[in-house]
């Protein structure tokens, strides 16, 4: 079984920062995508950042130049770097991962439990 932990969440203010981290466990073979997503109370999931196995990344449009996505292959773990955080950024943040398990023949998709990240005044 695989499974994903998130950490990092909390309260900032806006133009603060926050690191959230995403930690994949179970017997893993290979990790396709690691991604974070996010849900607003009353709004729908949203991709925020992705990143494949070679590096290549992408980003929604209104987190580019503020958030940073990177990932660790060798240690199944993905980080988000967030900066100057907006009050919009408010949500519950969720890790995304496609894995494959040792002995599977498919990649499964794996949820995190997720981290709510708050920006107030």
């Known amino acids: 079984q695989v499974q994903l932990a998130e950490s990092g969440g909390g309260s900032v203010q806006p133009g603060g920062s926050l690191r959230l981290s995403c930690a994949a466990s179970?017997?893993?073979?290979?990790?396709?995508?690691m991604a974070w997503y996010r849900q607003a109370p009353g709004k729908q999931r949203e991709l925020v950042a992705l990143?494949?196995?070679?590096?290549?990344?992408q980003y929604l449009d209104s987190v580019k130049d503020r958030f940073t996505i990177s990932r660790d292959n060798a240690k199944h773990t993905v980080s988000l770097q967030m900066n100057s955080l907006e009050l919009e950024d408010t949500a519950v943040y969720l890790c995304?991962?496609?894995?494959?398990?040792?002995?599977?023949?498919?990649?499964?998709?794996?949820w995190g439990q997720g981290t709510l990240v708050n920006v107030s005044s």
């Open positions: 995304y991962s496609e894995i494959l398990p040792e002995s599977a023949r498919r990649y499964l998709e794996v």
């Open positions: 179970g017997s893993i073979y290979n990790i396709h995508i």
């Open positions: 990143e494949y196995g070679d590096g290549t990344t």
